[in-house]
């Protein structure tokens, strides 16, 4: 087995689990061999994944070794370590989660989708047809509908990764235009909060913020909703230092102004008639996710958090008056919403400008925003501020194209890959429900549609139901390496060891 048809994952700043059970997923459902790399403060990381992987289930260090990789032709010495499986396991006959509400832990349904698409080789990601007879974006669901619309194909490619495209079956006649564009968006807020679609002002962004070996961050609401920090941010500090052999920044205060937080609360506590999280809601609850990921990992070294400011009373009334005339108007475009869910531009920015003016830094203090007239206005008022472009989203504007992993290193080095159970996860965010389909067998999964625990949304857990968690699992007993259990169990000993999980409930 050559380097070439190895797959290879790229370590970098996201937490240690998520690489871990990335790369068990590939050693249990592939060619039983993964190949970590990293480069610069990654290099501690890759170890660490490496050796939970080696300790916790019999993983075998086939060799590891220092390489040449680039950056825009400026050297980096990066290190690769293969991994190979360990002896084949018996897995029990029907796996019982340790969880009893329905859920099931990232880790477990990762190893099950990687499976299921090994044995498929490709998957169509469904998603129910909310959009037809609907003027914009997705808003309050219509009535239930067996109606069905193919949002993304997954192919297994031997040797590397999945390849992801967008299906034919969206220029179908049957399918409007308008119907196209919001499955599309859909898609592509998904992929970029995945981190598969980068800002297209990724590399300006954060060849800014690598100006200075300390800084401060003020964080819009859009920058949190979106998942930018932990998603984008963060891997790209790594790799966009200025100076190859100097790490920058190596220290990281993020200050939420408090009317953020009154935003995303007020996101937080959108539902429907019924109950149910809207997708305004849900995307609320993944903010807060967000920000206990950033406030409570241990293993995202040189991060601190702060929330600055306090509440404006003015921001409730205003949010009453909105109520009573979105009740009035409940056809009206969410996007909107989303976009903005108050005037309470002006007071993130006081908020921000406030905090800065109580202390006394010398370094870098940015304010960073997804919304370009925030960034104008800021910009206006004094504040250094940084626009954070959408996503690259071009590959999912038409139908049949594929979209590729980020290759953020020059040729010869890996690209930086996203998991598939990632994938699925933010896709059951951003559209309630999913159906996973292969030939006959059709898997539904849900987000937590209640939003009564963070946990769920910390630890990105997804629902699957009776008929189609057995059908997972009968297929994962076929070939079995890992017990899955075993896995819920490591997982619950990382997620003690590096988050303060009391603080979160």
């Known amino acids: 087995m050559t380097r070439d048809t190895v797959p290879r994952i790229l370590v970098g700043a996201k937490r240690t689990c998520d690489y871990v059970f990335d790369a068990l997923a590939r050693l249990n459902s592939r060619d039983a061999q993964v190949t970590l790399c990293a480069v610069g403060s990654a290099l501690p990381k890759c170890n660490a994944v490496a050796g939970v992987l080696a300790q916790k289930f019999s993983a075998e260090v086939v060799h590891t070794k220092i390489v040449p990789y680039a950056r825009r032709e400026l050297p980096l010495a990066g290190m690769e370590i293969t991994l190979a499986a360990g002896p084949l396991q018996e897995a029990p006959e029907s796996y019982r989660s340790l ?38 974006r997705r808003g309050v669901r219509k009535s239930k509908s067996d109606s069905r619309l193919p949002a993304l194909v997954i192919t297994r490619d031997d040797g590397l990764d999945y390849k992801i495209t967008v299906p034919d079956q969206l220029t179908a006649p049957t399918v409007a235009k308008i119907t196209r564009e919001e499955v599309l968006a859909d898609v592509a807020t998904a992929l970029s909060r995945s981190g598969i679609l980068l800002s297209r002002s990724w590399e300006d962004v954060l060849t800014t913020l690598c100006r200075d070996d300390d800084a401060i961050i003020g964080l ?66 993944r903010a807060l996710a967000e920000i206990l990921e950033l406030d409570q990992s241990r293993d995202l070294g040189g991060i601190s958090l702060l929330v600055v400011g306090e509440a404006d009373p003015v921001l409730d009334a205003r949010v009453e008056l909105r109520g009573l005339r979105t009740d009035m108007r409940s056809r009206s475009r969410v996007v909107a919403a989303l976009r903005r869910i108050s005037v309470g531009d002006t007071h993130v920015r006081d908020q921000f400008k406030q905090f800065l003016r109580q202390i006394s830094f010398h370094k870098g203090t940015y304010f960073l925003t997804a919304d370009k007239s925030n960034s104008a206005l800021a910009r206006a008022e004094g504040l250094s501020s940084v626009y954070f472009a959408p996503a690259l989203s071009d590959a999912v504007q038409k139908a049949g194209m594929l979209i590729r992993m980020p290759r953020i290193l020059d040729d010869g080095g890996p690209p930086l890959t996203v998991p598939l159970g990632k994938i699925i996860f933010e896709l059951a965010v951003q559209c309630e429900r999913i159906w996973l389909t292969a030939g006959e067998t059709r898997i539904c999964v849900e987000a937590d549609l209640a939003g009564e625990s963070l946990i769920n949304w910390v630890h990105k857990r997804l629902k699957i139901r009776g008929v189609h968690l057995k059908a997972l699992i009968e297929n994962y007993s076929l070939k079995p390496r890992v017990p899955l259990v075993r896995a819920e169990e490591v997982w619950r000993e990382l997620v003690r060891a590096t988050m303060d999980e009391e603080a979160i409930d």
């Open 99 to 136: 969880r009893n509400d329905g859920f099931i832990e990232y880790p477990v349904y990762e190893l099950l989708f990687n499976s299921f698409l090994t044995a498929k080789n490709a998957l169509t990601i469904e998603i129910e047809d909310v959009y037809s007879g609907r003027v914009g």
């Open 220 to 285: 819009d609401t859009n920058v949190l909703r979106e998942c930018i920090v932990s998603q984008q941010l963060l891997d790209g500090l790594i790799f966009n230092s200025p100076h190859w052999f100097v790490q920058a920044p190596n220290w990281l205060l993020f200050i939420i102004p408090n009317a953020v937080m009154h935003e995303i609360e007020q996101l937080a506590n959108s539902r429907d008639t019924a109950g149910k999280l809207t997708q305004s809601g849900r995307l609320g609850y």
